[in-house]
């Protein structure tokens, strides 16, 4: 993606926890919809993946002997070990993805102010936003707006890049939706305690849920089919399962 359209276009988060109401969720000021719905997909599944490779790892050649109770207290650290790392990792790489997309901005206005002809600096302009303007506009509505961002830019100073307190509460946004998210399918690991295969069983089944409402939801806000999207990502869920089933997962 070019330097303008991942500023304005591919971390819009920033933008939108600067403009939040007071009516908004403690989440929906640190993280937008879709980064949210990013990170609770990729927790549910990543957990998914856990909880099936578990059982293959722990009986290996014998999959079909009983599972000991203490496996499901194993089961459930690693898990949110596993489960936590993978925030951790996600909530770093937001915070520098975030800078380092405001480093590419800084980069763009050095090439624009090192532009030795408004010509060249209208090519660079149009370089970054011809893919975006093309379908809407025509060429000559494109130029005299490349003129007016020239010379708006070329007025700018650059400023040090840096994290900031967006990107650090970006990064914990994403920590805490990876934690949140996978909560509802460890209640089955806790109340079947004793009955491991149906505690497995039935976390898997609640993830299944949670990556249906998460695809729903996706779905909802993007303008897409929301049940097809959320069937999808459900399904996508089962054909793991039944993948790792003849595996002894």
């Known amino acids: 993606m070019s330097l303008v359209a991942r500023t304005a276009v591919a971390r819009p988060s920033h933008r939108n926890r600067q403009q939040s109401t007071p009516k908004e969720s403690f989440l929906g000021r640190l993280l937008d919809p879709i980064d949210r719905l990013s990170e609770t997909i990729f927790s549910i599944l990543i957990l998914l993946t856990f909880t099936l490779a578990f059982s293959i790892i722990k009986l290996g050649a014998n999959p079909d002997q009983p599972i000991p109770s203490t496996y499901v207290i194993e089961l459930m650290i690693g898990a949110a070990g596993a489960t936590l790392a993978w925030g951790l990792i996600d909530g770093i790489m937001y915070s520098l993805l975030s800078m380092f997309a405001r480093g590419e901005s800084h980069r763009l206005l050095q090439h624009l102010q090192a532009a030795t002809t408004e010509e060249e600096g209208i090519e660079i302009v149009a ?90 939801q996706w779905g909802k806000y993007t303008g897409s089919n929301a049940w097809a999207t959320g069937l999808l990502l459900a399904g996508i869920g089962a054909i793991m399962v039944l993948i790792a089933i003849p595996l002894g997962g």
């Open 127 to 216: 370089g970054e936003l011809d893919h975006i303007l093309e379908p809407i506009t025509g060429e000559e509505q494109r130029r005299v707006l490349y003129q007016d961002v020239l010379e708006h830019l070329r007025e700018g100073q650059p400023q040090p890049v840096r994290l900031s307190r967006e990107d650090i509460a970006g990064g914990f946004g994403s920590v805490l939706v990876a934690v949140l998210a996978v909560l509802p399918s460890f209640v089955p690991l806790v109340l079947f305690f004793n009955h491991p295969s149906l505690a497995i069983r039935a976390s898997n089944v609640v993830s299944f849920v949670m990556l249906f409402i998460a695809g729903y």
